[in-house]
């Protein structure tokens, strides 16, 4: 990183879902929590470099759980308002909030368009769409992760462990099943080799971005979603350091930590020191 950031202990102001749904304007239901979940950094990223606002909204009220392993959600108020169980999500005004990663991109390119974060171009505009779909959809890089976080517990927790009701309940959001798990790694070295090879031919043609010459929002998603097998440093990512585990956020496989090479790394690096907010801010 070249950009000389001082540690910070600020945080995000949150309100809650009750709150929230009494405002106008764009809010992000992000959820308080601890660590730099790329989907939710990714969605920041979109309105952060267009510089629109956002009031930051938790996804329950404090000492409660929108995620009641075992139990009826019935209740939840995340479940009320979007229709689903995930963060982030994006509201605006009115309208109908928005929980997957394309339709935030779209909002985003809609409130301001400037910066163009979506190319003009269709082979481009394909290509790039293409590439934040191997990292944010199933089957994509974060999501194949998150099977391997799930796949260590549950192997190895015995049957009556109260840490498996966590465990299960997570791997089956991301649909686990041991085959999958194990098979993870070799299909993220395939992406991960898949974005090497885009940056080497931008970079042969003179781009240092992964598409075009100018950033879209794949830099911002690869650059968010990179942190999720090798995050930033401490002073600038003030993340619970217990997550820095390989099963967590980190690399636990030699040939994974190969696949994420120099150039990827170095690209996830410039992107932050040129575009987006630093420190991470929780």
Known sequence: MTRQIE???????????????????????????????????????????????????????????????????????????????????????????????????????????????????????????????????????????????????????PEDDEGRALWTFFGGKYGYAPERAEAASERIIEILNTFHEQLAAQKARGSRYLVGDGLTAVDIYWSTCCGFVNPLPEDINPMASAFRAPWAYGCGDDDVDKALTPELRALRDFIYDEHLELPIVF
């Open 7 to 157: 540690p910070t202990d600020i945080k995000l102001n949150y309100v809650s879902i009750a709150e929230a749904k009494k405002m106008s304007g764009l809010r992000l239901i992000l959820g308080a929590y601890a660590v730099p979940g790329p989907w939710r950094e990714a969605c920041k990223g979109l309105f952060h470099v267009k510089g629109i606002p956002y009031t930051s909204v938790v996804t329950a009220d404090e000492g409660t759980s929108d995620l009641l392993i075992g139990m009826d959600n019935s209740q939840s108020e995340l479940i009320a308002w979007t229709g689903q169980s995930s963060a982030p999500v994006a509201i605006w005004n009115d309208e109908l909030p928005r929980s997957k990663w394309i339709d935030q991109i779209f909002l985003a390119e809609r409130l301001e368009p400037e910066p163009q974060l979506v190319p003009e171009d269709i082979d481009l505009r394909m290509r790039m769409f293409g590439l934040i779909n191997e990292l944010a959809s199933e089957n994509g890089l974060l999501w194949l992760k998150r099977l391997g976080m799930a796949h260590g517990p549950l192997q190895s927790l």
